[in-house]
């Protein structure tokens, strides 16, 4: 049987139009937990329908302006066209194999073959076969490459993974090349359904061409229409109402139409409109903007054209570089055709914070409802995220930014129009993982901002690149930002951009501080401003601490330093490089201050801690360190503790808006000081003691008996020796002036190219390291665009999204401490009030209840785990307890509780987090 034009509709169509066979409706699509199956044509003409309605309600603009560019025909030429291709998806279900897992609807077709040779997947079925029928409609198919078989392929990738590319399904028939497809009856519907789709829907003539990557975005459509209609709910409420006939699915078609507009707004893609206004509209809890804010707002409306492009902030710590981001990514939204955008943050912890800001921010910007999600491995403990604990279901007066059920399933949630998440969400999209089209689907249609771009190591930088390249390609508009970048990463960042979008020659100029830079991704112009940013000056203090038994003994520093608190008051904060430090210094201050007639406060962060017992410290910390919610002025505020210290690790460098009149911080890398700095005197308005009238950053450094540098043992596999030495030699006892002095410094300390002629031992391991996890992760990611010589290379790795790792040194793993009852009997809680559940189906509830007394931690401190470490065997089809190490907890004479896994000690305890002792 042929397909060829009608001569008087132009539509393609069976050559025996009249009388032609009919689709037959006894061959299901769907089946499962529905009460009789789902005709597969009408599955075709629902994901088809759901494609329409996706093009005109949900899809950015600029994608649709992308993929029809690819195509070379008009946007709503596009949409017809990708619709129709959508509607053919599933065709490789009408197949012996498929038809059969379904015995008793199997039985009853008629004269049909039945199923021999191996069980094939229908995506594959249909990526061989299509290829040759779309070429009787007259698609180019003259080699492997050609849009025929393309279209073919990006329909064999709708479960997440292309396959490749078999020159012997260009050559011979399908049957010849995947026997399995079925002859005769199954050969004739198959031609039927397609000739039955492309009746009803009439798409336009064949593109001329299409590139590979709007080839994976119309992929990435196909998938979220088949997701959308492929919904239980949907599909038992369209059972009642199937057709009887085949004269009925034109109606069927139109009634999916009617409904897609629902399902879409049930799902929670509704795109955002967020409001005109300025920036002082915007944001009106700002009295007076900074020279920085007013800078963008003022002039980068003019720079933006037709077109998407890159704004890289670079600024002090604490100016409003996160309105500025929010402002700017709704100038370019606007501009470029991408209404929404995703927040992406260095940390769980920092997503989590910035997640309630941009609730604030979505909620008194968007014009109608519009979801928001957050997206990290954890987010479903966020009680403020998923709805248990706090109402986040309350609609204000102006929009609700409540994320549905459903962009809380797997995969699903880069689809929202608002996302805050991690960076991972970014570079995963550059990884060859199953659905990687639906991620950079996500991407595609909003703004991209990312904080603390410093944050990253050279494996992440370079993911990051990669997905610039993409992105610039796909007319994606990015905001960067940062307080300490180094000019050579600038720069690497903007030209990875500006090479995506068709200018590889380009480079940034040294980078104005502070100030802001931006590409045109149009023109490849890049425009840069300097502001002013207001002068302050920050005390540097370097107090020595003797370094004993290769670590750092902080005790006598730390009483000097801390004297003028405990005698007036105040609040300081204390960075220790390692958790094991950090533990260590809160039980010597704890020691030290129970001494004391007025004890102050003492807190101790860092991600040892169980998920919920963090989350407690961190809101907890924001209370007493933040801005205060009740007094509108800081100066008149009371609820600040009199006297308070905080001992964390780098938790509290990035994204916590935390305010101290001190600051101690063990030697870091300058970056990183200058970023704890940057929560000393952070609140300008605020009540300071006498003794704390300048900001003060004390650095703590290790010293040997001869007062040289010796770095506790710990220490360089946190960070870079080379680079700790580097900022050792830099900072002296004086001033820093900010931002007058920063770049300089951060210039200095992070120059690869040693122009200062010198280079240590050190130094090359810091520079051989860098560029073997650069390699790394250019050999790990998808091609770059121009470099994409098949889809099968955007999906080709087999490794489950869990098991692939965007930061390298992560091979993390959960833990959960369980106190042991004296019968042996597992408990969630020291009073043995709440059992370890151990049953094969559990509730939401008691999964997100176990996972909160989670800790991650590296795998190598588990090493020598056994039997009695595993989860209880009914956990193991669980996806999220499955790999949990379970540490039993048993209580000894002293009334601790404490557990072992090979010559490792564990102790838990809710004000010290997690404690692990090495015993020899």
Same mark, same amino acid.
Request: aromatic content about 6%.
């Given at each position: ?548 038994? =290769?670590? @750092?003994?902080? $005790?006598? +520093?730390?009483?000097?330093? !801390?004297?003028? #608190?405990?005698?007036? *008051? ?114 300008? =308005?605020? @009540?300071?003691? $006498?003794? +704390?009238?300048?900001?003060? !950053?004390?650095? #703590?450094?290790?010293? *040997? ?119 042996? $009997? ?95």
């Amino acid at each position: 049987m042929a397909l060829h034009s009608h001569p008087a509709t132009g539509r393609w169509v069976h050559a025996n139009q009249v009388g032609q066979i009919d689709v037959d409706l006894l061959l299901w699509g769907k089946s499962y937990g529905l009460e009789r199956p789902y005709p597969l044509i009408c599955h075709l003409l629902d994901t088809a329908a759901m494609v329409d309605v996706l093009w005109k309600q949900y899809l950015s603009p600029n994608v649709k302006r992308f993929i029809a560019a690819a195509l070379g025909v008009g946007v709503e030429e596009a949409g017809r066209l990708v619709a129709f291709w959508a509607g053919l998806h599933d065709i490789g279900k009408c197949m012996p194999c498929f038809q059969a897992m379904n015995p008793d609807e199997f039985k009853r077709l008629h004269d049909y073959s039945e199923a021999n040779g191996e069980k094939r997947r229908h995506e594959h079925a249909a990526h061989v076969w299509l290829g040759r029928p779309l070429s009787l409609m007259g698609y180019d198919a003259r080699s492997p490459q050609s849009i025929a078989f393309l279209v073919a392929q990006l329909l064999g990738g709708h479960h997440g993974r292309f396959r490749v590319r078999d020159h012997r399904e260009c050559r011979y028939p399908a049957t010849a090349v995947l026997r399995e497809l079925g002859e005769e009856k199954w050969e004739e519907q198959r031609e039927a359904i397609m000739a039955t789709v492309a009746d009803i829907l009439a798409p336009p003539p064949p593109p001329t061409g299409l590139s590979l990557e709007a080839a994976a975005l119309a992929c990435g459509i196909t998938i979220l229409a088949d997701w959308l209609v492929s919904q239980e709910d949907y599909l038992t409420r369209r059972l009642p109402n199937l057709p009887t006939g085949v004269k009925d699915l034109k109606r069927h078609y139109q009634h999916s139409l009617h409904l897609a507009p629902q399902l879409i707004q049930e799902a929670g893609l509704t795109p955002v409109r967020l409001r005109d206004a300025s920036f002082a509209e915007e944001f009106p809890q700002i009295k007076q903007p900074n020279e920085l804010q007013l800078s963008v707002s003022a002039q980068l409306p003019a720079l933006l054209t037709i077109g998407p492009g890159l704004l890289m902030v670079t600024a002090p710590m604490g100016v409003g570089k996160t309105e500025v981001a929010f402002h700017a990514a709704r100038l370019l939204g606007q501009a470029s055709g991408t209404p929404g955008f995703l927040f992406a943050l260095p940390t769980m912890a920092t997503a989590d914070q910035m997640y309630g800001r941009t609730k604030t921010y979505g909620e008194s910007q968007a014009e109608d409802d519009a979801a928001l999600t957050l997206l990290h491995s954890m987010s479903w403990l966020n009680d403020a995220y998923v709805g248990e604990g706090v109402d986040s279901t309350v609609i204000t007066e102006d929009a609700n930014v409540t994320a549905p059920d459903w962009l809380h399933g797997r995969k699903r949630g880069l689809l929202a129009p608002m996302s805050v998440g991690t960076i991972d969400q970014v570079l995963l999209a550059v990884l060859p993982l199953k659905h990687m089209p639906l991620r950079m689907l996500g991407l595609a249609g909003k703004v991209l901002i990312v904080d603390e771009v410093h944050a990253y190591d050279a494996y992440m930088q370079e993911l990051l690149s990669k997905a610039l390249t993409w992105l610039g390609r796909l007319g994606v508009p990015v905001v960067l930002m940062s307080a300490t970048l180094p000019t050579r990463i600038a720069g690497r960042l903007v030209a990875s951009y500006l090479r995506g979008a068709g200018h590889p020659e380009k480079t940034l100029a040294p980078i104005q501080y502070p100030g802001w830079a931006y590409a045109d991704a149009g023109s490849g112009k890049i425009s840069t401003f300097e502001v002013r940013s207001k002068p302050r000056d920050l005390c540097i203090e370097r107090r020595l601490a003797p370094v004993k038994a =290769s670590t @750092l003994d902080r $005790s006598e +520093a730390l009483r000097s330093l !801390l004297s003028p #608190l405990v005698d007036e *008051g105040g609040c300081a904060g204390i960075v220790c490089n390692t958790v094991a430090e950090a533990q260590e210094t809160y039980l010597f201050l704890r020691d030290w201050f129970e001494s004391l007639p007025n004890a102050p406060e003492l807190t101790l962060l860092h991600a040892r801690f169980p998920a919920r017992r963090r989350e407690e410290i961190t809101t907890e910390i924001t209370r007493q360190f933040g801005k205060c919610k009740l007094c509108p002025v800081l100066a008149e505020c009371e609820h600040r503790p009199k006297a308070a210290v905080l001992v964390a690790t780098q938790v509290i460098e990035q994204s916590l808006d935390l305010d101290f009149d001190l600051m101690i911080s063990d030697l870091a890398p300058i970056a990183l000081l200058l970023q704890r700095s940057g929560r000393c005197h952070r609140h300008e =308005s605020r @009540l300071r003691p $006498s003794w +704390a009238a300048e900001p003060k !950053l004390a650095v #703590l450094r290790p010293s *040997g008996a001869d007062g040289e540098l010796a770095l506790p043992r710990s220490w360089p596999f946190v960070y870079s020796p080379s680079l700790l030495r580097r900022t050792d030699v830099l900072i002296t006892d004086g001033v820093i002036a900010i931002p007058g002095d920063v770049q300089r410094l951060v210039e200095t300390v992070y120059d690869d190219a040693f122009t200062d002629g010198e280079m240590s031992e050190e130094d090359l391991e810091w520079i051989g390291k860098e560029i073997a996890e650069s390699s790394l992760a250019e050999m790990v990611a998808i091609p770059r665009p121009e470099e994409l010589a098949g889809l099968h290379l955007l999906t080709s790795s087999d490794v489950s999204e869990e098991m692939v790792s965007t930061r390298l040194g992560a091979d993390s793993t959960r833990v959960l401490c369980a106190y042991q009852g004296p019968d042996g $009997s597992l408990f969630l809680d020291a009073e043995h009030s709440m059992k370890l559940p151990d049953a094969a189906k559990l509730s939401r509830r008691m999964v997100k209840a176990i996972l909160a007394e989670t800790i991650p931690l590296r795998s190598t401190l588990l090493r020598g785990r056994d039997t009695i470490n595993e989860p209880p065997a009914s956990w193991l089809k669980n996806a999220w307890l499955r790999d949990l190490v379970v540490i039993p907890l048993q209580k000894q004479a002293d009334g601790r509780a404490t557990g072992w896994i090979g010559q490792r000690e564990f102790q838990l305890r809710s004000d010290l987090g997690l404690r692990i002792t090495t015993h020899a």
